[in-house]
């Protein structure tokens, strides 16, 4: 039987986007705990600095990088000073992600519909033009994982521009999977349920308890996805362990998507 380590990330450098709130930081904290060193992303200065704080003070290593990852300056930037910070790069993880609000889609407006396709989808792409070729010259492959959503997979009602993000990233993800498998640079996605994040309130049809119910009766597990939930299958899918798991689109969503 396969025995996990401990510090299943010692001494890896892993970029984690969004990582101020919510999944993101849940998955940087995870990474930072298993030995890794974290750039910690987010557009929201305070919150970036926040969760390194919270890291740094543990023992644990991170620096964070104020940046819209939606900005192919910030996103070079970003993967700049990660690898001037700690000499290399081997984890990249797109989490920032928005949604407009749960609507018609014939009320989400142009500008909000292309806000949501650079944060959500275009930010990938830039990612993918900073760190590929880093992940190359250093020539011991690289892993990158996406946060995708169950609603790319199952769409909800009121979502419908979100959940083609969502869509675009998963189709995105296992593309990149097969181009760079022979350089042996893994991309994976994970797609959560609904969870228990600033980020909620926007994807309910009204902030009401019923609401919440609804979205809640709709998961088979019974509840809503938490960071540790998100963190624990990010850090397998970064880890050594999942060595031979590529283009995976890994539902973490208490079985809502069957
Ligand atoms: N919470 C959910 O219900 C849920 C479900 C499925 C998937 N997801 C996905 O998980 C990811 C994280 O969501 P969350 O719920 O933790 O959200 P959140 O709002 O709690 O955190 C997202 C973080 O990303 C940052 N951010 C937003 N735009 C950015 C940008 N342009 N550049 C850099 N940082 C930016 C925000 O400041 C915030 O700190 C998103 O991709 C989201 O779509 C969330």
Known sequence: MLK???MRLKDKVAIVTGAGSGFGSGIAQRFAAAGAHVIINDIDRAAAEQVTLLINNKGHSAVPVVGDVSCAKDM???VARGIEHFGSLDIMVNNAGITHTNRSMLDVDEATFE?????NVKACYLSALN??????????????LNIASIAGLRPRPGLTWYCASKGALIAMTRAMAVELAEKSIRVNALCPVAGDTPLLPRFLADNT???MAAMISTIPMGRLATPGDIADAALFMVSDEASFITGSILEVDGGRGI
């Open 131 to 144: 760190v590929i070729p880093q992940f190359i010259n250093q020539g011991r492959g690289g892993v990158i």
């Open 115 to 119: 806000r949501v396709f650079a944060v």
């Open 4 to 6: 996990l380590r401990a």
């Open 209 to 211: 308890s019923e609401a």
């Open 76 to 78: 070079a930037r970003m």
